[in-house]
């Protein structure tokens, strides 16, 4: 779930690796005990454990990346750069967010918004999870005669 969402050809569909995380997991939890019967609520915690690691595998993935492009490659005024022009040609559209963008711009500014990016991702990450471990327990769930 976390490799398949910092690959840059599909990083577009990472809500759908989320879901998709949550649900192997649940798949992959009935295989080991198929004689289980798997409630929603057991489900959705499965998934959630599951994006939680998913999560903190993407973290550090891409932690690591930005450590190695700044640090190693000495990338990091590029990157901010990119993430600037991205800013200002948000700015441009909207005359409202000119004066958010230029306190993204200032350290204390980038630092707030990665934190909440990163928050973001890490609540996106849960509820896409649990969601996924839901309906996985939910749709297979075998009748009882």
């Given amino acids: 779930?976390?490799?398949?969402?910092?690959?840059?050809?599909?990083?577009?569909?990472f809500p759908l690796w989320m879901l998709g995380g949550g649900w192997l997991a649940v798949i992959l939890y009935r295989r080991r005990s198929p004689l289980l019967l798997l409630s929603s609520t057991i489900?959705?915690?499965?998934?959630?454990l599951a994006g939680l690691l998913?999560?903190?595998?993407?973290?550090?993935?891409?932690?690591?990346?930005?450590?190695i492009?700044?640090?190693?490659?000495?990338?990091?005024?590029?990157i901010?750069?990119?993430?600037?022009?991205?800013?200002?040609?948000?700015?441009?559209?909207?005359?409202?967010?000119?004066?958010?963008?230029?306190?993204?711009?200032?350290?204390e500014g980038l630092a707030v918004f990665v934190a909440f990016g990163t928050f973001l991702f890490f609540v996106a990450f849960l509820l896409l999870s649990t969601a996924g471990g839901v309906f996985a327990a939910s749709l297979g769930r075998r009748k009882l005669r």
């Fill in 43 to 48: 489900g959705g915690k499965i998934g959630a």
């Fill in 69 to 78: 492009e700044t640090l190693a490659m000495h990338q990091g005024e590029q």
């Fill in 54 to 67: 998913g999560f903190l595998f993407f973290a550090v993935f891409t932690s690591s990346y930005l450590a």
């Fill in 80 to 107: 901010r750069a990119l993430l600037r022009s991205a800013l200002d040609q948000t700015a441009a559209n909207n005359p409202q967010t000119q004066a958010i963008s230029q306190w993204v711009q200032t350290p």
């Fill in 1 to 13: 779930m976390a490799v398949a969402s910092t690959l840059p050809i599909v990083n577009v569909l």
